[in-house]
């Protein structure tokens, strides 16, 4: 009978697991390491760490009996041993092969985690990482294998961007340090501090957290957000008692509930205080910094200058600010397109930015920082810029927009064009960019998490794309506001004021209804016209109906780069609200984002003011195109 295999023993469970944390937390700066590397050979800090990191996984693997894993990592281990030493003349080029040989570790790590362990061709990796240890290594002469089985990598290509190029690796941020595992003293070879090859202690201490599984905090999340509905109702039957309380007479009774509202008054601001703290506490827990999604990027940023033949640095900064996890999980996609499509349309080749009077090394600048209750997220590039003028022609060659509305389009609306479903510019389909895919994916998603996108960019200077999004999705802060006999909750981040209309204030310009503030036109939109409201005393007409003798207010409200003065019979208050889905039938309901509870029990709508803009515009272009057909003209813009 053969012998289980370690990974597969219950009784080896812990140390599975430990080992599997150790080496992804291990893995998350690795890769940085190594770009790094490739800029400074001559770091001899920067070699230690990576020859310590590279041992520590050999080790445990080697304990568990994991023989490619430990096989490659000995070999990677003899490179580093020997840049240590000096052995090695250390060029660009074998950083393709140390890179390569992180891949098959990563991939080989995710075996272990799927209890699946299927052999990997890595003779072509073992022999070159033995070359560069010997000294016999040639740029250009290995094919690298591809962990996950495509077609195997050329080492040493003639990129400008490449290997004699290398790719600034700021910012891939420090991992917390790597728990120690458990696997007690099985081997001489299971940790970095035994002292082989006299690395002495690799500085690691086991850190003083506990790992809690993402679906429990989830639920606690779910659990304050109850608490907040609880404590919000709780709020208004006290308010509500104290009203009735002061109505009556100066009676005993009326002395004695005095006394009783006092002390309930007391017990509830001690409540209110301790649900916000444990609700602030509770987001804490759930805050990942940022750069575990912006570590991935100078990898990509080298790969794409090879491909592309350029010169890419890109910078990074504000890799330690805070954002909750799930936003941290979705917001890789939209950032890999921003920051590829920076590097294939935004860059210039070297020669055509030396004709320009540039660097020829074109530089893309990823940042992000906190403002408020959200995360501000910049990718910026040096590049050539967008052109106005070539994304109206393009909208008019694609029939996106008529001459005229093209025409109308300011600068910035122009630059809003790329993100509509099948736009591009570029004339040629590339593996990367081209089919007019990517950017409207990019807007949707973002959207999805209540964020906005926006753009700015002067031609031949460069692009900034600016991301601005929620700190958590759970929980908003809100202003409820009234349209005939419904109650509307207004994310806050989407509000930049409110005012109350007066007689006059409301024109009509293009069959549009607009008003004149702060020295700006803003179109103006009536909510209960946009959602069919009725009002309750009207007759069956709609709410929002603002006359001169009735009072109405506009919320001003602002999401990327589109404004709109939302008409309302009434501003209630302003109140945090737990967000709940709609499910799937009512999920796609236009300018609606959730429900929620207020502390009545009433439930109420949540509006996704960025969706109800862009729907009420798709709205007035369509009539506008059926009015153009009606009579024979061309249909005058919304913009």
């Given at each position: ?540 007409q709609r709410a929002d109906r603002f006359t001169e003798e009735q009072d109405a207010y506009a919320v001003v409200v602002n999401v990327a780069h589109r404004r709109a003065a939302l008409v309302v019979d009434e501003l ?68």
């Amino acid at each position: 009978m053969s012998e289980q295999h370690p990974i597969h023993d219950d009784g080896m469970q812990e140390i599975v697991e430990s080992f599997v944390v150790e080496a992804t937390e291990i893995y998350d700066g690795l890769e940085g390491d190594l770009l790094q590397l490739e800029k400074t050979p001559e770091d001899e800090e920067l070699v230690d760490s990576v020859f310590r990191d590279v041992h520590t996984v050999k080790g445990t693997a080697g304990f568990l009996d994991l023989e490619q894993l430990s096989t490659l990592a000995h070999r990677f281990e003899e490179v580093l041993d020997a840049m240590r030493e000096q052995e090695v003349d250390f060029e660009p080029a074998m950083t393709d092969v140390m890179l390569c040989a992180f891949d098959h570790m990563k991939v080989l790590t995710q075996q272990v985690i799927d209890r699946d362990l299927e052999p990997l061709e890595m003779e072509p990796l073992l022999d070159a990482l033995e070359a560069i240890n010997e000294g016999t290594f040639e740029a250009g002469a290995v094919s690298l294998p591809d962990p996950d089985g495509g077609a195997p990598e050329e080492v040493g290509g003639d990129a400008a961007g490449g290997a004699d190029e290398p790719t600034d690796a700021d910012g891939t941020g420090d991992t917390e340090g790597a728990a120690s595992s458990d696997a007690g003293e099985p081997s001489d070879d299971t940790s970095s501090t035994d002292g082989d090859g006299g690395d002495g202690d690799s500085g690691r201490k086991a850190p003083d957290t506990i790992r809690v599984e993402v679906s429990r905090l989830n639920q606690l999340m779910d659990l304050v957000g109850e608490l907040v509905l609880g404590r919000n109702r709780l709020l208004q039957l006290i308010t509500e008692a104290r009203t009735e309380h002061d109505a009556r007479a100066d009676t005993d009774e009326r002395l004695r509930l005095d006394s009783l509202l006092g002390e309930l008054e007391e017990a509830s601001d001690k409540v209110d205080y301790t649900t916000t703290e444990l609700q602030s506490a509770i987001m804490q827990t759930r805050m990942v910094e940022v750069g575990q999604v912006f570590g991935k990027f100078p990898r990509v940023v080298r790969d794409l200058a090879r491909e592309f033949d350029k010169q890419i640095d890109l910078t990074v900064e504000g890799e330690d600010t805070e954002l909750d996890k799930s936003l941290v999980e979705e917001i890789g996609d939209p950032l890999l397109h921003l920051v590829r499509n920076a590097a294939d349309h935004g860059i210039e080749p070297p020669e055509e930015r030396k004709e320009k009077g540039k660097d020829p090394r074109g530089e893309i600048h990823l940042s992000a920082s906190h403002a408020g209750n959200h995360i501000i997220i910049e990718i910026a590039d040096d590049g050539a810029g967008l052109d106005p003028d070539a994304l109206r022609r393009k909208a008019i060659e694609k029939d996106v927009l008529t001459e005229d509305e093209a025409t109308d389009l300011s600068d910035s609306e122009a630059y809003q064009l790329i993100f509509r479903p099948g736009f591009s510019t570029t004339e040629e389909v590339g593996q990367v960019s081209g089919r007019g895919v990517g950017m409207d994916v990019v807007k949707t998603n973002l959207a999805e998490l209540n964020g906005t996108i926006d753009i700015d960019s002067t031609p031949g200077e460069g692009t900034r794309f600016t991301l601005k999004l929620p700190l958590t999705l759970a929980i908003l802060q809100s202003m409820l506001v009234r349209s005939g006999a419904e109650t509307f909750a207004i994310p806050l981040y989407a509000v930049s004021e409110a005012v109350r209309l007066e007689p006059g204030m409301i024109e009509t310009i293009q069959e549009g209804e607009v008003i004149e503030h702060r020295d700006q036109v803003i179109p103006v939109m009536r909510l209960g016209e946009v959602l069919d409201v009725q009002s309750p005393d009207a007759g069956g007409q709609r709410a929002d109906r603002f006359t001169e003798e009735q009072d109405a207010y506009a919320v001003v409200v602002n999401v990327a780069h589109r404004r709109a003065a939302l008409v309302v019979d009434e501003l209630i208050s302003q109140e945090e609200v737990v967000i709940k889905s709609l499910g799937d039938y009512l999920k796609s309901v236009p300018g609606i984002a959730g429900s929620t509870i207020l502390g009545d029990g009433q439930v109420i709508m949540v509006l996704d003011i960025g969706e109800m803009i862009q729907h009420e515009e798709f709205a007035a272009e369509e009539e506008g195109a059926e009015a153009a057909d009606a009579d024979g003209v061309p249909a005058a813009s919304s913009k």
